[in-house]
């Protein structure tokens, strides 16, 4: 069974510095794909960055990146020059690439950034 | 990018009352729909998957006679809460994925509708 273990409950960071969450996950399956999302007090879940499990470079979109270690087990995400909006829940998730399988969620991080 | 839309955003109602909320894919058909319950400041937790025309398969310790599910259309989900009691109060969000399409980005989320029972 696929696992997701995120094991900050809260970061706290100041403005223009950059922030790293961790993300540590268990399956079983060869392919599968790790996903990062952001949930502001709104309650949305704003997508910000995927990485496949076959995918040699480390995924980067715009501040995010993702710091991928297979043989660890580990994605977490690196966010860079911190702002204010970036205040929110970060939800670290994986999917088996199976027809069907639903995103499967860790526990989530809490990120405040202050002035 | 996709758009999946959630109503009602927000309900309140007395212990004992069924709600149904409905999940609809805009602008692209979903095969297969997600549902989810977040309670404050946890997790997403899956409750069922949906596949339209079947009946959906539900996680365990979540029960299927009291989370009704239908996926009746490739645009359409509901989730009926039936006598709904305070401990139903959460935050339920669905989530569709596209028809034929691959693993990247393909599950889109809707807002989210927050139903409190009196």
């Known amino acids: 069974a696929q696992k997701i273990t995120q094991t900050q409950p809260g970061m706290f960071v100041q403005e223009k510095e950059a922030v790293t969450l961790d993300c540590t996950y268990d399956?079983?399956?060869?392919?599968?794909?790790l996903f990062w999302y952001k949930q502001p007090s709104s309650g949305e879940m704003i997508f910000l960055i995927y990485?496949?499990?076959?995918?040699?470079q480390n995924a980067t979109e715009g501040r995010y990146s993702l710091n991928f270690q297979k043989a660890r087990k580990s994605a977490n995400l690196v966010i860079s020059a911190s702002q204010l909006g970036d205040s929110a829940m970060y939800f670290c998730?994986?999917?088996?690439?199976?027809?069907?399988?639903?995103?499967?969620f860790g526990k989530g991080t809490t990120l405040s950034v202050s002035s | 990018g996709a758009v999946v839309s959630q109503h009602p955003s927000r309900v309140i109602c007395k212990s004992g009352t069924s709600v149904k909320i409905e999940c609809r894919s805009l602008?692209?058909?979903?095969?297969?729909m997600f549902w989810y319950r977040q309670f404050p400041k946890q997790s997403l937790m899956l409750m069922a998957t949906?596949?339209?025309?079947?009946?959906?398969?539900?996680e365990q310790g979540v029960e299927k006679d009291k989370f009704l599910i239908n996926h009746a259309s490739l645009t359409l989900s509901t989730l009926t809460v039936t006598s709904a009691h305070p401990e139903d109060s959460s935050f339920y969000i669905c989530?569709?994925?596209?028809?034929?399409?691959?693993?990247?980005?393909?599950?889109?989320f809707g807002p989210g509708t927050r139903l409190t029972v009196l």
């Open positions: 989530s569709a994925r596209q028809t034929g399409s691959g693993i990247y980005n393909e599950q889109f």
């Open positions: 399956t079983s399956d060869q392919s599968y794909g």
């Open positions: 990485q496949g499990s076959y995918d040699e």
């Open positions: 998730a994986m999917r088996e690439i199976q027809a069907g399988t639903a995103l499967i």
């Open positions: 602008d692209f058909q979903a095969t297969t």
């Open positions: 949906s596949n339209e025309g079947s009946k959906a398969t539900y």
